[in-house]
T-cell receptor, first 112, second 111 residues
């Protein structure tokens, strides 16, 4: 079982470039999340989608946009990358409500 | 906004010693979850607590949810090298659809 799949695993961008991080889950989950992980900051919620067709801002949404393309896929877009967006990005999903979240392997993004 | 803080940020222990991490929320939580992230890996779900004052055990791990549902703790008895990693608590506000993570506690176990 694939679970939650993120692509790419690694990416280096120049300041001002744009890119989209892809996330897909095959568990028929309703809710999907994007987090960034920085040293000493834990996992911070960027955006989430409680169900297909809805998206909401998390703690740190500035500089990002998301699309819940369908029930399986939830993408994160950086329109104009900045060095402050250098981080490890995790996508997660769950059935919804108070259920366990399953994480992808992460994308390590460096903006130079 | 909702904040979930964990202490300590780092903990080094000798193998065989006990370890405890504490999680504190600024708001009442509907539930608390605990995750473990091995170095270089992704967070993996350990357990969920829902009821006020709830205590659950998984082998050497004991999880507690506070009476006010604003704090929680994870205690590991007699640590082993396989316990190395970062432990996160995560909570959801009452009626909320999001999932906020704590700042994490990185555990190092010295053989």
């Amino acid at each position: 079982n694939a679970g939650v799949t993120q692509t790419p695993k690694f990416q280096v961008l120049k300041t001002g470039q744009s890119m989209t991080l892809q996330c897909a889950q095959d568990m028929n989950h309703n809710s999907m999340y994007w987090y960034r992980q920085d040293p000493g900051m834990g996992l911070r919620l960027i955006y989430y989608s409680a169900s297909e067709g809805t998206t909401d801002k998390g703690e740190v949404p500035n500089g990002y946009n998301v699309s819940r393309l369908n029930k399986r896929e939830f993408s994160l877009r950086l329109e104009s990358a900045a060095p402050s967006q250098t981080s490890v990005y995790f996508c997660a999903s769950n059935v919804g409500g108070n259920t366990e979240a399953f994480f992808g392997q992460g994308t390590r993004l460096t903006v130079v | 906004g909702q904040q979930v803080m964990q202490i300590p940020q780092y903990q080094h222990v000798q193998e065989g010693e006990d370890f405890t991490t504490y999680c504190n929320s600024s708001t009442t939580l509907s539930n608390i979850q605990w995750y473990k992230q091995r170095p270089g890996g992704h967070p993996v779900f350990l357990i969920q607590l829902v009821k006020s004052g709830e205590v659950k055990k998984q082998k050497r791990l004991t999880f507690q949810f506070g009476e006010a549902k604003k704090n929680s703790s994870l205690h590991i008895t007699a640590t082993q090298t396989t316990d190395v990693g970062t432990y996160f608590c995560a909570g959801r506000g009452t009626g909320a659809n999001n999932l906020f993570f704590g700042t994490g506690t990185r555990l190092t176990v010295i053989p």
